[in-house]
C-alpha cells in the first residue's frame, strides 16, 4: 500500500496552532475572585450646614447617620493581580468639594495600599439633600458654632480613606452573584401642562395637566457576594431614584437608604455591607406625584413612615432576587475596568437666558441670597466664556464587567430616558449605570429643555441634550469593548 505523507508550509502549521490556541485559551481577565468591604458614619458630631437646598439649614440633631461603604474587588491569577476596582458609595448630595473630593482622597492615601491603583476608585452619591455641605461659600453660615465645609471636608476625606484602606486590605476569595428584581420606589418629578411647559413637583390635581414628562425604570439591578464561610459580605443596590424623600428637613438624614441598610444587616448579620447606587435619575423622585391618598392610607394601615414604606420595598426586591439567584453563585469570574476620559460639549447659553440670569443677579442684594445668586450668576459667566471659546466637560468615565454584567458612571443628575438608552444598547446581561460620581448638575432631555422649569434650564444644566448623547454614545462603545473576544494569543515554535 502506497503511503502519502502531508507536508504543509510552515506557515501553514502556525497558523493551525494559533487557531487552536485561541479556540482553547481562556478569556484573558478570568480570574479568582477576591473581596473585601467597610463602612464608617461620616455624620460629624457637631451642628453642620446641609446642603440640596436652596437656603441655609443648620442640623443640630442626627435623625439617621450619613454613611459611607467601600467595596474593594479584584481577581487573581495565583499571586498575580488581573484587574480591581474600589466603590465607595456615600451619603452626599454629590462628589464635589473644592480641590475635587476624589484628588484629596487619593492625596491622603498616598501610597499606602499596595497593588492598589487610584485610578481604579469610584465615589459615588447617594443625592440625599440632608447631608453636609462640601462647597465653600454656598450658603451664609454663622461665624461660628458650625463645622465649615472646608473642616467637613477633611473630617470626610480622613474617613474615607480609612474605609478604602480596610476594605483593600480585608480582600478574601469570595462568591459574586448578580439578579435583576422590580421596586416602584421613583416616579418621573416633571409634571407637563396644557401649554407646553413642565414643572419639577408642578401640581398634577390640575385642569392644566396632562401627565409626567419621561420614564420611569423600576428595574432593581444587585449584586451579591459571600466570603467562603458562605456568609454574605456586601451588596450593591441600584435603584433609579435619589433619596431625598425627607430631603427638606434640617436634621441630617440618610433618607431610605438607611432603614434598607438596618433591615438587611439585621436579618443577614452586621458584616453584610450594603452599597446604594443611584441610577439615572434627574427628573426621579420618591416622593408622590398623583394617587396621593391611597398611598398615605396604604402606609397607615402597615403601620410604618413612608422612609420605612421605600425601604420595605427595595427590601422585599432584594430578598426575593437572592432566593432566585443565591445557587447560582461564581468564584471565578471575569473582571475588566476601563476608564476614559470624555470630553462633552457645554450647554451652550443663549443670549436671552445670559440677559435673563443678569437681571436675577442685580435683584439679589440681600447676602443669604448666595445659593441663588451664585445659580443665576454662574449662567452669565457660562455666556462669557463661550463668546471667546465653547469649551468641554471633561468627565471619567468608568465601565466595569464582572461575569456577564457591567458597571458603568457619570458625574450627574442624568435624566433617566439616557440610562434607558444605555441599558437598551448594552451587550451586557444586566446594565447598573451609576450617577452623581462626580459635582452634578442636570442632564435634561430636549423635551424637557423645551418645557423649561428647574432641572432643564440653563441654570441648572452644564451638559445638555447633545452632550447627553455624546455621553450616552462613549459609554456605550465602551461596554462594547468589554465584550469584544480577547485571547491569549501564542505561537509555536516552527
Not at 69 to 94: G, H, K, P
Not at 404 to 433: M, Y
Not at 436 to 447: A, K
Request: aromatic letters at 8%; one cysteine or more; glycine letters at 8%.
Amino acid at each position: 500500500m502506497m503511503k502519502f505523507e502531508l507536508r504543509l508550509p510552515v506557515a501553514t502549521i502556525r497558523l493551525f496552532v494559533l487557531i487552536g490556541v485561541i479556540a482553547c485559551s481562556p478569556p484573558v481577565n478570568a480570574g479568582e475572585l477576591f473581596v473585601g468591604a467597610a463602612t464608617v458614619s461620616i455624620t460629624p458630631d457637631g451642628p453642620v450646614s446641609l446642603t440640596g437646598q436652596r437656603h441655609t439649614r443648620i442640623a443640630k440633631k442626627v435623625e439617621s447617620p450619613c454613611t459611607a461603604t467601600a467595596l474593594a474587588i479584584e481577581t487573581r491569577d495565583d499571586d498575580r493581580s488581573i484587574d480591581q476596582v474600589v466603590f465607595v458609595s456615600c451619603d452626599l448630595v454629590a462628589i464635589r468639594g473644592d480641590g475635587g473630593l476624589k484628588n484629596l482622597v487619593l492625596a491622603e492615601l498616598g501610597e499606602t495600599l499596595e497593588g492598589f491603583s487610584g485610578e481604579k476608585l469610584i465615589l459615588n452619591a447617594t443625592h440625599t439633600h440632608t447631608a453636609p455641605t462640601l462647597i465653600d461659600g454656598r450658603y451664609k453660615l454663622p461665624e461660628t458654632g458650625v463645622m465649615l465645609p472646608k473642616e467637613y471636608r477633611e473630617f470626610l476625606v480622613k474617613r474615607l480613606a480609612a474605609i478604602i484602606t480596610e476594605a483593600w486590605t480585608k480582600r478574601e476569595p469570595a462568591q459574586v452573584a448578580w439578579g435583576l428584581g422590580h421596586a416602584v420606589i421613583a416616579q418621573n418629578r416633571r409634571a407637563v401642562y396644557s401649554d407646553g411647559t413642565a414643572q419639577m413637583y408642578g401640581a398634577t390635581n390640575s385642569d392644566k395637566f396632562r401627565g409626567l414628562e419621561g420614564n420611569e425604570d423600576h428595574g432593581v439591578e444587585i449584586l451579591y457576594f459571600w466570603n467562603e464561610k458562605d456568609e454574605l459580605i456586601a451588596t450593591s443596590i441600584n435603584v433609579a431614584c435619589p433619596s431625598q424623600e425627607v430631603g427638606g428637613r434640617s436634621a441630617v438624614n440618610a433618607d431610605f437608604w438607611h432603614p434598607v441598610r438596618e433591615a438587611l444587616r439585621k436579618k443577614y448579620g452586621e458584616q453584610l455591607m450594603v452599597l446604594a447606587w443611584t441610577g439615572a435619575a434627574g427628573d426621579q423622585v420618591s416622593r408622590l406625584m398623583y394617587r396621593k391618598d391611597a398611598e398615605e392610607r396604604m402606609r397607615k394601615l402597615r403601620g410604618i413612615d413612608r422612609l420605612e414604606e421605600l425601604a420595605r420595598r427595595i427590601v422585599t426586591t432584594w430578598e426575593d432576587v437572592y432566593q432566585v439567584v443565591k445557587a447560582d453563585r461564581r468564584d471565578d469570574v471575569l473582571l475588566e475596568h476601563q476608564v476614559k476620559d470624555v470630553l462633552l460639549p457645554y450647554r451652550k447659553v443663549t443670549a436671552q437666558e445670559a440677559e435673563q440670569a443678569a437681571r436675577e443677579v442685580e435683584k439679589m442684594t440681600d447676602p443669604k441670597e448666595v445659593w441663588n445668586r451664585r445659580w443665576h450668576g454662574q449662567v452669565v459667566e457660562r455666556y462669557e466664556t463661550q463668546r471667546k471659546e465653547l469649551p468641554n466637560y471633561e468627565m471619567e468615565l468608568h465601565a466595569v464587567r464582572l461575569g456577564d454584567v457591567v458597571v458603568v458612571t457619570n458625574d450627574f443628575e442624568l435624566f433617566t430616558d439616557f440610562g434607558v438608552q444605555i441599558k437598551a444598547r448594552s451587550p451586557a446581561l444586566q446594565t447598573f449605570v451609576i450617577q452623581l460620581c462626580g459635582p452634578g448638575s442636570y442632564v435634561p432631555t430636549t423635551r424637557a429643555v423645551a418645557g423649561g422649569g428647574y432641572s432643564a434650564v440653563a441654570q441648572s444644566s452644564v451638559v445638555g441634550p447633545d452632550g447627553a448623547q455624546v455621553l450616552v454614545n462613549e459609554t456605550s462603545v465602551l461596554i462594547d469593548s468589554l465584550w469584544r473576544p480577547k485571547q491569549k494569543v501564542t505561537l509555536a515554535a516552527p
